[in-house]
């Protein structure tokens, strides 16, 4: 976007002062984790608590990344690791939005930071065809479910409420917005290719730590 002379705008100044410290750190921790080892099993079993923990207190998550589409759910990204190992996304429902059934092709972890998500499962049977494998289960705010090819990779999920919007972060083990992966036609074998892309092109930043090495000179002075 240009302003009147043509030149581009500045972008707002990015310092979140410690706001987002919960993030930077939770970022920080799952790329402790994925330098030192690449077993699904050991990173979820680890990720898990960290995602908990994140998802326990609200008031992280910057503003551009809470707000919901009238159409559509909406997935930002915020963070993707340099290596595409892990990336991190809010999910974003409006009032009654759910995605369609679906694959993730990698690990997978949702947690609830606002409102609450319904969960269900599908599997394929014996004759190819797509069908609801259990009951569907309600996901409250604060906690965590996992998917992944190994525990179970399909499902559909949705804003548990008809009448407010639902946040979850999601946290999977590669950059999930450009991965090959599938949505399935419940009832028949129909299966259709899917990448799903991100909803923004701007990042949160979590790096901009310049309130606080302020603060910490102030106090040597
Ligand atoms: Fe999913």
Not at 40 to 64: F, K, M, S, Y
Not at 177 to 188: D, E, L, N, T
Request: hydrophobic content about 35%; charged content about 25%.
């Amino acid at each position: 976007m240009n302003d009147k002379a043509g030149q581009p705008e500045r972008l707002a100044p990015g310092d979140l002062g410690e706001t987002i410290t919960p993030l930077r750190e939770f970022v920080a921790a799952v790329t402790r984790l994925v330098e030192r080892t690449r077993d699904e099993p050991a990173i979820v079993a680890e990720a898990r608590p960290l995602l908990a923990t994140l998802v326990a207190e609200d008031g992280w998550l910057p503003g551009p990344y809470t707000v919901p589409d009238p159409k559509f759910y909406c997935q930002y990204l915020l963070h993707c690791d340099p290596l595409e190992r892990f990336s991190v996304v809010s999910f974003v429902w409006g009032p009654g939005q759910a995605t369609p059934v679906h694959d993730h092709m990698v690990w997978g972890m949702i947690g609830v930071l606002r409102g609450a998500e319904k969960c269900q499962r599908f599997r394929r049977g014996p004759d190819g065809r797509w069908s609801e494998d259990g009951a569907e289960h309600l996901l409250a705010r604060g906690e965590v479910d996992v998917v992944s090819p190994t525990l179970g990779d399909v499902h559909r999920v949705a804003n548990a409420h008809q009448d407010r919007v639902s946040i979850s972060i999601h946290v999977y083990g590669a950059n999930i917005g450009a991965v090959s992966r599938h949505v399935y036609a419940p009832g028949s074998g129909e299966v259709k290719p899917f990448v799903s892309g991100y909803s923004s092109a701007a990042l949160p930043n979590l790096w901009d730590r310049s309130s606080r090495v302020r603060k910490s000179i102030q106090g040597q002075q």
